[in-house]
Each structure stands twice: as C-alpha cells, then as structure tokens.
C-alpha cells in the first residue's frame, strides 16, 4: 500500500482555496438531455462480479471455523456473566449489538471475516424493503454515477414512490426535484453497506421527500484511504454538476459522517463549493490513538455498543502505512476551524451524551460553531439510526422528548426539511 501524499490540510486556510467551481454553487439544475446524462440517473444493473465477491464472502466465513467456535464461547460466557437488561424493545436492541460487538471483538475475528458476515445479511434486502420500504421506490446507482464497483453493487437511489421515470424504475431528474441527499452509510469504514442503512434511509425518503442517492465505497482491509474519500468526493462533484451544490444535502453516520466532513474539505482544496446543509449522526472524527484515552470513551464504555478495542482496530485498518491520523482529511477534528467552517457552514450535529465519541463530537461542536447541535440523553452511538426499527414510523413524543432516538430523528428531518 503506498503512503498517502496529499497536500496536507494543516497548510490551508478558508482564503486558500480560489474556488474556480463556485459557479456550481447556485447554478441553475441543467436540463438533461442525451444518453450520457441519462446514465447518470439510469438504473444501474448489478455488477457481473458482485455473485463472484458474494459467493467468496461466504466462503471466508466459512474458512474461519476456530473464530466462531471462539466466538461462541465468549458468547456463552458472555450469558452466563453479562445482566439481563430491562423488558423493553430498545435496551434489548442496544444489550443484542453489544452482546455480538464484545464477543467477536474478544474472540479475534478477523475484520475480513466480519466484514463478509455483514455483506452477506444483503440477502435481508427483500424483507427490509417490505417491512420499512412503504412509499419509497428505489434502484441501483449506474456506473456513470459510481464506477466502483462492490459487493452489493455501486449502491441505491431512493425516492418518493411514484416520481420516478420509466415507470417508476429510475430517479426522477432534477427538473422534478431540485434537491438531492446524498447518504454516506457508516459502519466504521469497515462494515455495512446500502442495504444495512435502509433502516433509516427509507425514513428519511419518506419524510423528506427527496430523492436520496446512498453510494457504496470500496472499504479496507483491501482499500484504505484515501480510497473511499477519493470516491465520495468524484460523486459530490457530479452532483454539483447536476444539481448545484447549494442543493445538495450530504448526510452521514459514524465512519459516513467522518467522510461527510473530509469529502466536503476535499471539496473544497479541489476548488468545489460547500454543500447547501450537513447532517452528521455521531461522526467519527478523531481517528488518532490518544482520542482512545478520551474520558468518555471509558466512562461510557457501560452506556455504548462498542469495544474500544473494536474501534482501535478498525482506525488502524482504515490508515496506509506511513499516515499519520492527525490528517484533517482522515481526523476533520484537526482541520483548520475557519477551513472547517468554510468548507461545512451549514451543519447539523447529532450525538449522545451516552456514547464513547461524546468527547470527540463535543469538541466538533465547537469548531463548527455556529452550529446546530443536538445531544440526545444517555443515548449511545447513532441511535436515530435504530428509531424506525424499534419504534415504527413516525412514532409519537412525548413532552419531555422521548424516546429519544425518535426525537433525535425528528430534529434531522425538520433540519433538512427546512
């Protein structure tokens, strides 16, 4: 793997940046016309590779048989040891991710073998779309739009049932909708993928009512970055070309919300301009070793999901050889904060106050200020994510907020809407 050689960001500031492409900011949508603007939009069919790279995923599950022997194990004394939690539908779900996140991080499974565990659970994709897709229609992205191509395909549009072209089989164009989400899915650079975030992407198509296109990026061990932002940023580009970017709304959790943040600062070094607004679910923004001693990573170490070990590995994967984690384009918590500002001004924040990237997300709130930051109580990581799962669509809030995740949800589609 060479190093990364990119200009560092530590060098820039806001007035650095010429932006010869700011006439893409508040250009007028283009009318599209000919065949190379309709594969953009054009429904894109399966990669021929894409039952190859499913059939090898299974095969690495199936080649690793002493980790999940481990696995088990740890597991059965996991139910032996752990406390049962409280009877009800979301403590469940959080002790459920927690429970297997603990066990395969203490039993050593490799990240490609979890990595291909996850890609496998695209065959729930049916289920998903009968149990959360009401009112949404969707396709896959073409190779205009994504050319990387992975397991699962080069990703999905989404968009309001009905509005789409060629009897509802492709996105509506610009000229019918304006505005555009772009949805960058977390899962720690790592893991998951299109299918997996249709948990909250179907919600948010549905309530926004707005096409919403979710690319997949190629992930490590077998591609590190600058891979995966190199990726995001060729696709905002082609959808400021499209769309103008002060129409375009990128969305992001987790590890999505990190690119979110460095696709938009990569963005702007190559002269693009910022997008129209920003939501970030608890993004990951410090990926360096000390942020591993931050205090809330172990005073919430009870509260949250996720083995601080887990999260170790995962960063050490995501960065080449020879990278130092203090790059503002792999860790944005270090990116200039006028740069930042100037590049993200639109942003809204979302993170709980019960999650190991409080600390982390506390301090992003303050060099993107003024920005709109929400803290949902004793939530762990990207809760909104769970809230149409655990608690249905649109389901009601109380005066005093709760449940939490769904008012956490609430507040990014009213930001988004508005």
């Not at 897709?133 to 080069?154: D, E, F, I, Q």
């Not at 997949?216 to 995966?228: D, E, T």
């Not at 409080?358 to 709109?372: E, I, S, Y």
Request: hydrophobic share 40%; with cysteine; glycine share 6%.
């Amino acid at each position: 793997m060479e190093a990364y050689t990119g200009i560092p960001y530590t060098q820039l500031t806001a007035e650095s940046n010429p932006n010869p492409k700011c006439a893409l900011a508040d250009q007028d949508p283009p009318l599209l016309h000919g065949d190379a603007d309709d594969d953009f939009f054009s429904n894109g069919d399966a990669p021929k590779c894409c039952c190859f790279e499913w059939f090898i995923s299974l095969v690495r599950c199936l080649l690793a048989p002493l980790a999940w022997i481990k696995c088990i194990l740890v597991a059965m004394v996991q139910c032996v040891t752990w406390s049962c939690p409280s009877p009800n539908e979301w403590d469940f779900v959080i002790y459920l991710l927690r429970f297997v996140a603990y066990a395969v991080s203490t039993a050593g499974v490799r990240d490609s073998t979890l990595q291909s565990v996850v890609d496998l659970s695209t065959i729930a994709g049916p289920i998903l779309n009968l149990w959360l897709g009401k009112n949404v229609s969707r396709c896959s992205v073409s190779s205009t739009l994504n050319p990387s191509a992975t397991l699962g395909g080069r990703g999905e549009w989404l968009w309001p049932q009905g509005t789409g072209r060629n009897k509802d089989t492709c996105p509506p164009l610009p000229s019918t909708f304006p505005k555009v989400m772009l949805y960058i899915h977390g899962g720690a650079f790592v893991l998951c993928n299109s299918v997996t975030h249709r948990v909250i992407t179907y919600e948010l198509c549905r309530r926004t009512n707005l096409p919403i296109c979710v690319p997949l990026y190629s992930r490590p061990p077998h591609a590190r970055f600058p891979v995966a932002l190199d990726q995001m940023t060729d696709i905002y580009e082609s959808m400021c070309s499209y769309y103008g970017a002060s129409n375009v709304i990128l969305v992001g959790d987790s590890a999505g919300g990190n690119l979110c943040l460095t696709t938009a600062l990569n963005a702007f070094q190559k002269g693009l301009p910022p997008p129209g607004k920003m939501a970030l679910l608890s993004p990951w923004v410090d990926l360096t070793k000390e942020s591993e001693e931050q205090p809330s990573m172990t005073e919430n170490a009870p509260t949250d999901y996720l083995p601080v070990s887990l999260i170790s590995r995962f960063s050490a994967n995501y960065l080449p050889d020879a990278t130092t984690a203090e790059d503002p384009l792999i860790s944005p918590l270090y990116a200039d904060a006028v740069l930042l500002q100037s590049s993200c001004p639109n942003v809204f924040l979302c993170y709980g106050t019960g999650e190991e990237l409080l600390d982390q997300n506390r301090a992003l709130a303050q060099k993107l200020l003024p920005t709109v930051t929400l803290e949902l109580e004793e939530m762990p990581h990207v809760s909104p994510l769970f809230s149409t799962p655990v608690y249905g669509s649109d389901a009601a809030v109380d005066e005093n907020c709760n449940p939490q995740p769904c008012y956490g949800l609430n507040k990014i589609v009213e930001f988004i809407n508005k």
